[in-house]
């Protein structure tokens, strides 16, 4: 079965630092996103990709950065973390030729910002 | 506003008893409906879809929902829950003229009383 995948799962670092989150996907899929989720919050886009090289901002503003440089992978980063960013990250791919936009969603990694 | 609603933010059940839980959109024309669930600390699994068809849909670990057009409703169901059905769960909504996003609810928190 194919899968998408998130590194790392839980991430605590101090403010100022650099960090990337990855994720990859091994369906083929066209389409990624990246959603911003606190503890038992709703969820929000915060970018998305509908292919390579494609990169948009979501709903809800954020400082990190995303690039698609291969259809598998879509990494998020953050080039100075402040505990502003403290929350969970969940990564989605969709795409297929029966394309109702359904979504598969990683395990998330959760970030600490101190 | 084009939306999709959850309207309780918290249910607490009985194991072994009954579920439904809520979800409503505001959109024209039907739109694709979705689902999900999310454990503590987990990404969201896909428990079940709506693109056309019959409208009472089955999906896994013994959860069926059933569209109603004429109250844009799309609520969930268990006739009998068991304590790992514990979690977050939400709504979503991909609308037809928008083929590329999906909408999810606010989400529903389900605890299990024993």
């Known amino acids: 079965e194919a899968d998408i995948y998130q590194t790392p799962r839980y991430l605590v670092i101090g403010t100022g630092k650099k960090i990337t989150l990855e994720c990859s996907q091994t369906?083929?899929?066209?389409?990624m996103y990246w959603y911003q989720q606190d503890p038992g919050m709703e969820l929000h886009l915060i970018h998305y990709s509908y292919g390579v090289n494609s990169t948009e901002k979501g709903d809800l503003s954020s400082e990190s950065t995303v690039s698609r440089i291969r259809t598998e992978h879509f990494p998020l980063t953050l080039e100075s973390a402040r505990p502003s960013h403290t929350s969970q990250y969940l990564c989605?791919?969709?795409?297929?030729?029966?394309?109702?936009?359904?979504?598969?969603f990683g395990p998330g990694t959760r970030l600490t910002v101190l | 506003a084009q939306s999709v609603t959850q309207p309780d933010i918290h249910i607490t059940v009985s194991e072994g008893a009954s579920l439904e839980l809520r979800c409503n959109y505001s959109?024209?024309?039907?739109?694709?409906l979705f689902w999900y669930v999310q454990s503590p600390g987990q990404g969201l699994q896909l428990l079940l879809k709506y693109f056309s068809g019959d409208t009472l849909v089955q999906g896994i670990k013994g959860f069926e929902a059933e569209f109603k057009r004429s109250q844009s409703s799309f609520n969930l169901r268990k006739p009998s829950v068991h304590w790992s059905d514990a979690a977050e769960y939400f709504c979503a909504v991909v609308p037809y003229s928008s083929a590329s996003k999906i909408i999810f609810g606010s989400g529903t928190r389900l605890s299990i009383r024993p």
């Open positions: 989605a791919s969709s795409g297929g030729l029966a394309d109702y936009n359904e979504q598969f």
């Open positions: 369906m083929g899929h066209d389409k």
């Open positions: 959109y024209g024309a039907t739109p694709y």
